[in-house]
């Protein structure tokens, strides 16, 4: 699979195997390059054959994985697999194409890169990859000391070990990338999947709230005013504006296209504007500021809107006069819309539960705006303060993923290859005349670097361990200098620049690349002091900084790959679902204008007609009001048959109020159908009084309850968890008797 299902991503771990493929690939053809002339001088000392074999065998398996990375991983996995059997094949053969010792005392070109197949392998064989290390490391190993004259002062175990524990540490690193990238990729997979769920729930719900805002704020006002104004031309504008506003809804522009800052004023201003109340409109507007995410602004809108209007018809209770203020702050924080007014005022804690326009169109459509919110302040007798506000949420940066650590087996495993290498480097070093107290100071320090690099949970590395890592290069090989008096010190800094390059490795692949160079000037500064000249410094460092340079080049051009998937794993959680938003949106939309069509579209057009309306029409425009709040209050009794129960008795006189604070949500539906059920006959029984019905947090013992009272009664109906009802009646005297639920 190429891409990640439900995402237009490649996989982190393609993009990770042709990384490896092309760092090994290319450093391959570049060593034969860097070693041409011991290639040429040392075609005389074997048979004729065995060196254009051997080339020509490396050069074309190794450009073969290069091409190959670009063709998926069916082809790295076969290109991989041809070099690591084509430098077998090389290494195995080397011995019959010369003598026992014809190469002494340097050996075969071929030797050094045995990190090839080591690497390889791990694409070849991501879970086995150590038999394949093990495998390598012994056909180098003995072609070695067969090429080389025999063991001398190196042991073949110390040999076997130094290559499997210098090799294994890179594969391991290949290793651990790819581990990484398969991680990423599972981790992205799921963050998809979860993505289209939770846009379709978001993107449902958002459309939902945004129709019960406009219900609230423009239907429900305007089916409300019939009881209230008698003017037939006031009510025919309010009518018309509420279906232009709903015929609006439907395009469905809600997305997150900035709006600019004189933009915004002017729609806060159309909405404090249509309250049909004097308000002093102050703004204080940064227009240099980013624009504003569309569905912000109407949130804004609506909310200040609703402010103004709860203020026309509450604030001049008893007929004092009221002033109105309205300042509006646009700069590059956000957004702060303040409603004051000096009116009656109310208490905010006593505000009803079925009342929808604080609650719902201020605190809650706000609360719905990621970065947004709203505080009211007020008393009795002291005015009113609503304040909006929109924060701007600076994204965030992905945190850069972490490559390799010490923890875990595999991290353990990782780090003791490492202290490996630098222990046989340290015994080969020793073995070639480098002083025992000058070596233990320097690879020790070495090996302490390597811990340094390798523990730290969090890429890229502090400052502190960077700093320290660069400087045991530099001090290690000044110590070997130090130590020894021949002509050479080259020579003697090559087996401590060898070691501390695989720490100055992971330094690289940890997100420090240039202080790792910075480590390798420090050492050829080291051998320039000692007097090894441009020379000395080539053949001391060329190893070490070949290494260094191909493992840099690598960590640079994967890294920003993986930090780009660790940033489209965040932007997928957000983004990738945008098609299952759009679809929930949509069908959300159409079912909320269906439902609208059905119900409030004719009575509307009735009023916006103009003409005068009778008390029946009245009725059923009150009666279709508390149909529509019922809806807006209480979603989980929205079925045919209670809506119709509730319209029944409203019509008959009874006082119904429904309210639902969640508790049916996760019910089974047949305590559903058992709520539904009891509610529409207690509702059928009244012919008058009231009733309230009330949906219970979920959590209790009871779901729902039902309290009904007349004149001479009181009857309490709780269904609990599993579905029992349970009922009580009682006679009261007191026809004001209520109790709740």
């Known amino acids: 699979m190429e891409r990640i299902?439900?995402?237009?991503?490649?996989?982190?771990?393609?993009?990770?195997?042709?990384?490896?493929?092309?760092?090994?690939?290319?450093s391959g053809v570049l060593w034969m390059m860097a070693e041409l002339s011991q290639i040429v001088r040392q075609t005389e000392l074997v048979s004729r054959w065995w060196t254009p074999f051997a080339v020509s065998i490396l050069l074309v398996t190794g450009t073969v994985l290069v091409v190959s990375a670009f063709h998926g991983a069916r082809m790295i996995r076969m290109a991989a697999c041809m070099q690591v059997l084509a430098y077998l094949a090389a290494a195995a053969t080397l011995p019959l194409a010369c003598e026992y010792g014809d190469l002494a005392p340097d050996g075969s070109w071929l030797i050094p890169l045995v990190g090839i197949p080591a690497v390889g392998g791990v694409l070849v064989w991501p879970r086995t990859w150590p038999v394949n290390l093990v495998l390598a490391g012994v056909v180098t190993v003995a072609a070695d000391l067969y090429v080389a004259g025999g063991p001398g002062v190196h042991s073949v175990a110390e040999d076997l070990l130094r290559t499997v524990s210098m090799e294994g540490f890179f594969a391991w690193i290949a290793a651990r990338v790819l581990v990484t990238a398969i991680r990423l990729d599972a981790a992205t997979a799921v963050a998809v999947r979860q993505a289209a769920v939770a846009a379709s729930t978001e993107a449902t719900e958002r459309e939902r709230a945004r129709f019960a805002g406009l219900i609230h704020d423009n239907v429900l006002a305007t089916l409300r005013e019939t009881a209230r104004v008698p003017d037939t031309a006031v009510l025919s504008r309010a009518a018309e504006r509420t279906l232009h506003r709903l015929d609006e809804s439907g395009g469905g522009r809600t997305g997150d296209e900035p709006v600019t800052a004189d933009e915004v004023v002017a729609l806060l201003r159309d909405a404090v504007a249509e309250a049909d109340c004097a308000v002093d409109f102050r703004t204080r507007v940064d227009r240099a500021a980013a624009g504003v995410p569309r569905e912000t602004v109407t949130a804004l809108a609506a909310a200040l809107g609703e402010a103004a209007r709860n203020s026309a018809r509450h604030a001049g209770f008893g007929g004092r006069p009221v002033t109105r203020r309205v300042e509006v702050v646009f700069d590059g924080n956000g957004v702060m819309a303040q409603f004051t007014d000096d009116g009656a005022g109310f208490e905010v804690a006593r505000v009803a539960a079925d009342r929808l326009g604080v609650?719902?169109?201020?605190?809650?459509?706000?609360?719905?705006?990621?970065?947004?919110?709203?505080?009211?302040?007020?008393?009795?007798?002291?005015?009113?303060?609503?304040?909006?506000?929109?924060?701007?949420?600076?994204?965030?940066?992905?945190?850069?993923?972490?490559?390799?650590?010490?923890?875990?087996?595999?991290?353990a495993a990782g780090l003791l290859l490492l202290e490996a290498s630098v222990v046989f480097?340290?015994?080969?070093?020793?073995?070639?005349?480098?002083?025992?107290?000058?070596?233990?100071?320097?690879?020790?320090?070495?090996?302490?670097?390597?811990?340094?690099?390798?523990?730290?949970?969090?890429?890229?590395?502090?400052?502190?361990?960077?700093?320290?890592?660069?400087?045991?290069?530099?001090?290690?090989?000044?110590?070997?200098?130090?130590?020894?008096?021949?002509?050479?010190?080259?020579?003697?800094?090559?087996?401590?620049?060898?070691?501390?390059?695989?720490?100055?490795?992971?330094?690289?692949?940890?997100?420090?690349?240039?202080?790792?160079?910075?480590?390798?000037?420090?050492?050829?500064?080291?051998?320039?002091?000692?007097?090894?000249?441009?020379?000395?410094?080539?053949?001391?460092?060329?190893?070490?900084?070949?290494?260094?340079?191909?493992?840099?080049?690598?960590?640079?051009?994967?890294?920003?790959?993986?930090?780009?998937?660790?940033?489209?794993?965040?932007?997928?959680?957000?983004?990738?679902?945008?098609?299952?938003?759009?679809?929930?949106?949509?069908?959300?939309?159409?079912?909320?204008?269906?439902?609208?069509?059905?119900?409030?579209?004719?009575?509307?057009?009735?009023?916006?007609?103009?003409?005068?309306?009778?008390?029946?029409?009245?009725?059923?425009?009150?009666?279709?009001?508390?149909q529509l709040r019922d809806r807006l209050r209480a979603p989980g009794l929205g079925s045919a048959e209670f809506v119709a129960a509730a319209r029944g008795a409203r019509r008959r006189g009874v006082d119904v109020t429904v309210l639902d604070d969640g508790g049916l949500e996760p019910a089974p539906d047949d305590v559903r159908e058992v709520v539904t059920a009891t509610a529409v006959t207690e509702l059928d029984a009244m012919s008058a009084g009231r009733i309230t019905v009330r949906v219970l947090p979920a959590g209790r013992k009871a779901v729902a309850t039902i309290v009904a009272t007349t004149a001479d009664r009181y009857r309490r109906v709780q269904i609990d968890t599993s579905g029992s009802v349970t009922a009580s009646t009682e006679t009261v005297e007191n026809d004001d008797t209520a109790r709740a639920g």
């Open 5 to 26: 299902r439900g995402a237009d991503i490649v996989l982190a771990e393609n993009r990770a195997r042709r990384s490896i493929a092309v760092a090994v690939g290319v």
């Open 359 to 411: 609650r719902h169109s201020i605190f809650g459509r706000m609360r719905r705006v990621r970065g947004g919110d709203a505080v009211i302040r007020s008393a009795p007798g002291e005015g009113t303060t609503v304040t909006l506000r929109w924060t701007r949420a600076d994204p965030i940066e992905p945190a850069v993923p972490t490559l390799i650590t010490a923890h875990g087996r595999s991290g």
């Open 425 to 626: 480097w340290m015994l080969g070093g020793l073995d070639f005349g480098l002083p025992a107290p000058n070596a233990l100071i320097a690879f020790g320090l070495a090996a302490l670097a390597g811990v340094a690099a390798l523990l730290p949970r969090q890429d890229p590395l502090l400052w502190p361990v960077t700093w320290f890592v660069v400087v045991v290069g530099p001090v290690g090989a000044a110590v070997i200098v130090l130590g020894y008096r021949g002509p050479t010190p080259q020579f003697q800094v090559l087996w401590i620049a060898v070691a501390t390059s695989s720490v100055l490795a992971v330094l690289a692949i940890r997100g420090r690349i240039c202080p790792a160079a910075l480590a390798l000037a420090g050492m050829s500064a080291v051998l320039l002091w000692a007097g090894g000249g441009v020379g000395g410094v080539f053949a001391g460092l060329g190893v070490p900084a070949a290494t260094v340079l191909a493992v840099a080049v690598f960590a640079a051009a994967l890294r920003p790959t993986l930090r780009s998937f660790h940033a489209a794993r965040a932007v997928v959680a957000q983004h990738a679902g945008a098609e299952a938003r759009a679809a929930a949106q949509s069908r959300e939309r159409d079912r909320q204008l269906a439902y609208f069509d059905r119900t409030a579209r004719p009575v509307l057009e009735l009023i916006a007609a103009g003409k005068p309306l009778s008390r029946n029409d009245v009725g059923e425009c009150l009666l279709l009001e508390a």
